[in-house]
């Protein structure tokens, strides 16, 4: 049940992510596909699965990814996206493992 819960998780953290960051792009005006965020927030989540200092490097990824996969900037329009849309995802996680677990 736990492996279950363990992967809607970690899919709803990267759909919430990637919708997120669109929306922000189009707020911002920048550039870049839905399938080109999806990815970055896919691998992001990945490195989120790392102990100990997962979620800094999910962080980094994904700034990384998001400046080089689209128009923005890495300052100041790329870390406002990946903050908004790095804690919208966390948040999305931990809410759906406090109502399953």
């Not at 990815?39 to 994904?62: E, H, K, Q, R, T």
């Not at 990946?82 to 931990?94: E, F, N, P, S, Y």
């Amino acid at each position: 049940m736990e492996i279950g819960i363990s992967i809607i998780a970690f899919l709803v953290q990267v759909l919430v992510s990637a919708v997120s960051l669109w929306f922000a792009m189009k707020l911002t005006k920048e550039e870049g596909g839905f399938p080109a965020l999806l990815g970055a927030a896919s691998i992001a989540a990945l490195f989120d699965i790392v102990p100990y200092v997962g979620g800094l490097l999910s962080f980094i990824v994904l700034l990384v990814l998001i400046s080089r996969w689209t128009t923005a900037e890495i300052w100041p329009d790329a870390a406002l996206m990946v903050v908004v849309a790095w804690g919208l995802g966390t948040l999305a996680t931990v809410g759906l493992r406090m109502v399953f677990v």
